[in-house]
């Protein structure tokens, strides 16, 4: 640990002095704990309750996950409560997983969640003592750390709570980020002079939640990897609706494993279009640009009885019946208006959906068993958005899809977007604060997310440097961008995973020491490392990767048609769509 100097002026040296521990046993006490409580003035308006702290001691744990390399280590859990002063009744845990003082390397690391979950365990705070980070998640002050947002979003049908709408949105992250810095600098004495250096992870809704600090607090971190947000949330979230509008207005359900086969002979007629055949689809632009589906009408496919679990937010799990039969035309035209986006009865764009050779996820129907037939699907995460977040009923899901147009998905998203603006939304698109900050952001997609679409990225990307740097030309923009910002397609990957469809695209696990090198050691990664596997570069926006003529090396190109095709005018909506 750093040695404590009595030069130091804390505000509770008095405290603080008793707090010299040599071991992780020492720290892992409650009295310990509750010395090194962040009770300092941070401009909180909270209030620390310091007998609710509690101490778990775990010794050489074996870790993995997508986002950090498998690693054995040991930490103290540390958790306490706190209350917003002025409200009556409520308690916001939070949760700091503590290195050894051996380990600790002046590092702090938030967390976030996924889903309508607002963190996600130990999944991602594991990988942060792994660096010598000390590592926070927090509950929201929905109850526990297993209540999602859902559960406590009204107050009662018709009333929305607020308090939980910004905690969720960007508040409690904002607490649990400011409280625990200065908690990692009390628990191992770290003086006012010396830096701790503060990091944040997360995907999907995490890629959100990490979003929703850069736009707000531009110090509030020195690095952060942010994948896959799930921001844009007014239309977002709607949108998970389009697989089963487009097929209800289409009046044809296909069989799952119709779209899986579209899906095979996609990625079979685009993998080499990235200039190496290798099972991953690099070059899903290109894809787009050149393959249309009405080549895959006739071939036939098959598909065993299966019982499947279910994708949360999307599919329900279930069984589905052998199927067996050839591509139709219209499967094709599921397909082919999934992939172009919605567009309204004007023919208007209204949003986009994942790139070709994706899994159709939002578009997988169910099978009802009493019918034989299968159904267009209501996805949970559009559906409750819609009853419960919009509607304000205190229901999990529509019930029917009957009578939901494109233009009512449209409406929807507007109502949403104005009423969520400065809560969920979470596209605020200029970074001049965080640039002027020096803080660097590792943004990632996978370039096959089927649940939020690659191009979602892209166009917060673009809106940024638009936004920031409106006065710059496309070039010296991006160029400006690159000095604290770079956004990554990972070739073939899912959401926030690998895909088991393209399984040879991999997906990058080292991020946050990616960061942690562009923060500290002023090391900017121009490309990702992929754990390994001899794959497509990830490069960074808006450059593309291609393989070398013989297939030996991929380098990352700049194609302006490739680059074109990611980004849509949303011209349904009378308003910038940032
Ligand atoms: C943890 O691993 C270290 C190094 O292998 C070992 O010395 C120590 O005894 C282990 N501790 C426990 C509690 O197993
Ligand atoms: C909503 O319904 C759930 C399940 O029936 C119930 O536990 C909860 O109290 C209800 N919430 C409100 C605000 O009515
Ligand atoms: C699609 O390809 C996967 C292998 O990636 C295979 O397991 C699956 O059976 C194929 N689906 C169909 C419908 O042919
Ligand atoms: C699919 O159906 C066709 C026509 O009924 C049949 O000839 C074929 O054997 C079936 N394939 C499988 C794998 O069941
Ligand atoms: C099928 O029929 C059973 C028995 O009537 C019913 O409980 C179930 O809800 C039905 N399932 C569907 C998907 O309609
Ligand atoms: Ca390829």
Not at 36 to 47: H, I, K, M, R, S
Not at 357 to 383: K, M, Q, R, V
Request: hydrophobic fraction near 35%; include cysteine; charged fraction near 15%.
């Amino acid at each position: 640990m750093r040695p404590h100097s009595s030069t130091q002026a804390l505000s509770l040296s008095s405290t603080i002095a008793a707090i010299q521990a040599a071991s992780l046993a020492e720290i892992c006490t409650v009295d310990y704990v509750q010395a090194a409580l962040p009770v300092e003035d941070l401009g909180l308006a909270v209030t620390i309750d310091p007998s609710s702290v509690s101490v778990a001691l775990a010794t050489n744990q074996t870790v993995s996950s997508n986002w950090f390399q498998t690693a054995v280590i040991s930490y103290c859990t540390a958790t306490f409560a706190y209350s917003h002063n002025g409200l009556s009744s409520d308690t916001v845990h939070v949760s700091y997983l503590i290195p050894s003082p051996d380990k600790f390397a002046n590092r702090y690391l938030s967390t976030g969640g996924g889903g309508l979950a607002i963190n996600s365990g130990t999944q991602t705070t594991t990988g942060g003592v792994a660096v010598g980070a000390v590592a926070g998640i927090t509950d929201g002050g929905f109850g526990s750390f297993n209540t999602q947002f859902d559960a406590v979003f009204l107050e009662s049908e018709g009333t929305v709570n607020w308090q939980a709408t910004y905690m969720f949105g960007y508040q409690a992250h904002h607490e649990l980020a400011t409280l625990g810095k200065q908690f990692a600098r009390n628990l191992f004495s770290v003086p006012e002079a010396e830096k701790v250096y503060s990091y944040y992870q997360g995907c999907s809704e995490g890629g959100r939640e990490g979003w929703s600090q850069a736009q707000r607090f531009a110090d509030q971190f020195d690095g952060l990897v942010t994948g896959a947000p799930a921001f844009r949330y007014g239309q977002l979230q709607v949108n998970h609706l389009s697989g089963g509008v487009i097929e209800t207005e289409l009046g044809y359900s296909p069989p799952p494993c119709e779209l899986e086969k579209i899906r095979n002979l996609t990625i079979a007629a685009c993998d080499g279009l990235d200039g190496k055949v290798d099972g991953v689809v690099a070059r899903s632009d290109l894809c787009k640009l050149q393959f249309d589906y009405k080549d895959t009408i006739g071939e036939s496919y098959y598909c065993a009885a299966a019982t499947r679990g279910g994708f949360p937010g999307g599919p329900p799990g279930g069984t589905t019946p052998e199927q067996n039969g050839t591509v139709t035309p219209k499967g094709v035209a599921v397909a082919k208006a999934f992939t172009a986006g919605l567009k309204d009865s004007k023919g208007r764009q209204v949003y986009f959906n994942p790139q070709p050779a994706s899994t159709f996820t939002d578009a997988e129907t169910t099978y009802n068993a009493n019918t034989s037939s299968w159904l267009a699907p209501i996805t949970s995460l559009g559906g409750e958005w819609v009853v419960r977040f919009l509607q304000l009923k205190n229901k999990s899901n529509l019930d029917t899809l009957a009578g939901v147009t494109v233009d009512q998905l449209r409406d929807w998203m507007e109502f949403g977007m104005q009423k969520y603006y400065d809560s969920l939304q979470t596209t605020w698109p200029d970074l001049a604060p965080l640039q002027a900050a020096g803080t660097k952001v590792l943004h990632l997609h996978g370039e096959a997310d089927s649940s939020i679409p690659a191009a979602s990225s892209v166009r917060y990307y673009e809106a940024v440097r638009q936004t920031t740097f409106g006065d710059l030309s496309y070039n010296a923009g991006t160029k400006a961008l690159d000095d604290f910002y770079r956004l990554f397609i990972v070739p073939g990957a899912e959401h926030c995973a690998a895909n088991t469809a393209q399984p040879n695209g991999g997906w990058p696990i080292t991020t946050l020491q990616t960061v942690i090198d562009w923060v500290e050691k002023g090391v900017a990664p121009d490309t990702l490392a992929n754990n390994g596997k001899a794959i497509s570069s990830i490069c960074r926006w808006p450059l593309r990767p291609l393989w070398s003529g013989d297939g030996a090396s991929s380098k990352c190109v700049f194609d302006q048609k490739s680059a074109d095709s990611w980004t849509y005018k949303l011209d349904a909506f009378n308003f910038p769509v940032y």
